[in-house]
C-alpha cells in the first residue's frame, strides 16, 4: 500500500482532468501517466470529473443562484455524463454488498483464524503502513473502536451512493423533461459500462495487458531506480526483474520482445538492450 497510495493519488488526478497541471508535480514516473491515460480512455470510459459534467458560465451568478431558472443562467449541466457517474457509483456499492461477498466465500477466507488474518494484512498493506493508518484513525475518534469507524465510514459512503441518482433524478425534472431523458440515458450507460452483470471490468478486454499494467505501476520504485541508474539499466534488466512473474502468469507479456513493444508504447524509457556479443 505504500507503492499503491501515490499511484492512486495521482490516477485520481488524471482521471478529474487534471486540474491546476501546470503547476501539479508528478510524483511517479512519466510512463504510469501514459499507463492512466490508456486505463481512462478504457476501463474509465464511461466517467467524468464534475468539472466537464458541470460548466459555470458566471461564478457569481452561481453562487446567488436560488432557483432552477437562476441556475440555468449560470450553469450548464451534462445531464447525460451526471448520471453515467453516479450510477457507476451505485453499481460499485452494489458489487461490495452484493457479489464480492460471495466471491470471498469462493475463496475461503470468509471464516479465517486470526493468525492467517494478521498474514493477509501484512501481505496486503505492511505492517508500517497499516500502523500509520490505524493511529490517524484511532486519533480521529479515539473513544472508538477501529472496526466501528471503519463501519461507520462505509455505512455513511452506502448510504451517500444510495441517495445520489434518485435525488439528481429530482433535480432533472426541476430542470427540464429533456434533462430527465439525458439523465436516465446516462444512467443505463453508468450501470453497465463501467461493471458488467458478472461483476467484471467492461473496459479491461480493451487493454490486453491489464495485469502487466497493474505490475509495472506498483513496481514503479524499482523501475524509476532503473532509469536513474549509473550506468544506465537496459531493458533486459527489467525482463530479467519481470520473468518470475511471468513463469507465475502474474503478468501477460513472456518475453523480452513483447516487452521491448511495450516499453514504446508506453513511452517506459530504459536502454534498448544491445546486439548479442559475437563469439571469438
Known amino acids: 500500500m505504500e507503492r499503491w497510495e501515490p499511484v492512486q493519488k495521482e490516477i485520481e488526478w488524471v482521471l478529474n482532468g487534471q486540474p491546476g ?36 458560465k458566471n461564478k457569481r451568478r452561481a453562487r446567488k443562484a436560488k432557483t432552477i431558472a437562476e441556475a440555468k443562467k449560470a450553469i ?28 470471498i466465500q469462493k475463496l475461503g477466507l470468509k471464516k479465517r483464524k486470526k493468525k492467517r488474518e494478521a498474514e493477509l494484512i501484512e501481505m496486503l498493506f505492511g505492517q508500517r503502513w497499516w500502523e500509520k493508518k490505524l493511529t490517524k484513525t484511532q486519533s480521529d475518534k479515539p473513544r472508538m473502536s477501529v472496526e466501528d469507524i471503519f463501519a461507520e465510514k462505509l455505512k455513511s459512503l452506502g448510504k451517500t451512493t444510495k441517495k445520489a441518482v434518485p435525488e439528481w433524478h429530482q433535480k432533472a425534472a426541476e430542470w427540464s423533461p429533456e434533462a430527465v431523458t439525458k439523465f436516465h440515458a446516462g444512467v443505463t450507460k453508468g450501470s453497465c459500462e463501467f461493471l458488467n452483470e458478472k461483476g467484471e471490468l467492461k473496459g479491461e478486454k480493451k487493454m490486453k495487458l491489464r495485469e502487466t499494467y497493474e505490475i509495472l505501476l506498483l513496481a514503479w520504485p524499482e523501475i524509476q531506480g532503473m532509469t536513474k541508474a549509473k550506468p544506465p539499466k537496459t531493458r533486459n534488466h527489467l525482463w530479467e526483474w519481470l520473468r518470475p512473474f511471468s513463469y507465475a502468469r502474474w503478468i501477460e507479456i513472456q518475453d523480452l520482445e513483447q516487452l521491448n513493444r511495450l516499453c514504446t508504447e508506453i513511452k517506459l524509457r530504459l536502454k534498448k538492450p544491445g546486439a548479442p556479443c559475437k563469439p571469438k
Open 21 to 56: 497541471e501546470k503547476t501539479h508535480k508528478k510524483i511517479l514516473p512519466d510512463y504510469c501517466y501514459n499507463i492512466f491515460a490508456l486505463q481512462r480512455r478504457t476501463i474509465y470510459k464511461v466517467y467524468s470529473p464534475f468539472s466537464e459534467a458541470v460548466k459555470i
Open 76 to 103: 450548464d449541466i451534462d445531464w447525460e455524463k451526471m448520471g453515467a457517474v453516479f450510477a457507476m457509483g451505485e453499481r460499485c456499492q452494489f458489487f461490495w454488498e452484493n457479489e464480492a461477498p460471495r466471491e
